[in-house]
């Protein structure tokens, strides 16, 4: 019968509770602080390009993810045709030290058979020497020009995401002007405010997006607390599911500030005249209910020296 099973059940909860004290001290009452923030990606990069130029290619729109090969692209003809005239400057550079060598090898034969005097020689050797500087600048001239041209390209960061676009195609920007903002969904952060005492409940914090429940996957605290709130930023990272630019609500579980004890209800004993708890003594000692959570009641003792006595079930009058 049910009403039996009823009975059954709450013998056995009594019995339990006898047959162990119950510490006050051990069973601190909690409140739930529930704190919201916004999730952002864990890691954001502005793209700039190192040179001023137009954007000829702003890259992929707001909220895309970046492909491969993908990437911000500046008008670069006028650094391509620089390349192309330091790419001649070192063919011809090419050419001169080239003849200036053979020249020099056939002064250089003629010096032995005493045919010329050693100031042609010498001078023949020097224009070699002076042929070949100058190749190895033109050489480095095109390099330069290469470099230029290539800064003129940002590749992005493939599997990323677009968050926001400041330019658009057309627009003019100075070296180091951002162009667009990327940034990794692979995990997001919430930064909350929080003191020591929440810190330290993160460990059993919950953390809701949209109604789901996800893992606080790391905690990052700065070093750096307000002077007034006592209170440190904290990153707080979620999986990449929970999405970015989304509601977080974290639950924390801290202690009841009041001191209030969760008491099992079976502990209590109700009258016209209050609630009551009694002690292994045989004492009995009224108690201030605050709030019910479940099976258990929270409630505050009239007096701080009791949370080390032993609570028992109350006696069953006849």
Request: net charge negative; hydrophobic share 45%; glycine share 8%.
């Amino acid at each position: 019968m049910p009403g039996f099973r009823t009975v059954c059940c709450l013998l056995i909860a009594v019995w339990a509770l006898a047959s162990e004290a119950w510490r006050p001290a051990d069973h601190p009452a909690a409140i739930l602080r529930p704190i919201a923030a916004l999730t952002r990606p864990v890691h954001i990069v502005a793209v700039a390009a190192e040179v001023a130029g137009r954007v000829r290619d702003p890259g992929p729109a707001m909220g895309s993810l970046i492909g491969d090969a993908m990437g911000v692209q500046l008008d670069d003809s006028l650094a391509q045709a620089e390349r192309v005239i330091a790419a001649v400057t070192l063919t011809q550079a090419e050419a001169e030290a080239n003849f200036r060598r053979r020249e020099g090898e056939r002064i250089a034969n003629l010096f032995g058979q005493g045919r010329i005097s050693e100031g042609e020689r010498d001078a023949a050797t020097h224009a070699a020497e002076a042929a070949d500087l100058a190749r190895a600048r033109a050489a480095a001239e095109l390099a330069r020009r290469q470099r230029l041209v290539d800064l003129h390209r940002v590749d992005l960061p493939a599997g990323w995401q677009v968050l926001r676009r400041h330019r658009e195609a057309g627009s003019v920007v100075q070296p180091g002007e951002p162009i667009l903002e990327v940034g990794d969904p692979t995990a997001v952060v919430a930064t909350v405010h929080l003191d020591e005492a929440e810190i330290a409940a993160l460990a059993q914090a919950t953390a809701t997006v949209g109604g789901s429940i996800f893992p606080i996957q790391a905690v990052r605290s700065s070093a750096l607390a307000d002077a007034q709130s006592r209170k440190r930023p904290v990153e707080i990272e979620l999986p990449g599911a929970a999405g970015g630019g989304r509601e977080v609500l974290v639950t924390l579980r801290l202690p009841d500030p009041s001191g209030a004890l969760a008491i099992p209800t079976a502990l209590i004993r109700a009258d016209l005249d209050g609630r009551f708890v009694r002690t292994d003594d045989g004492r009995s000692l009224r108690v201030t209910i605050l709030r019910s959570t479940g099976d258990d009641l929270v409630a505050v003792l009239p007096d701080p020296a009791l949370l080390s006595a032993a609570l028992v079930p109350p006696a069953q009058t006849p």
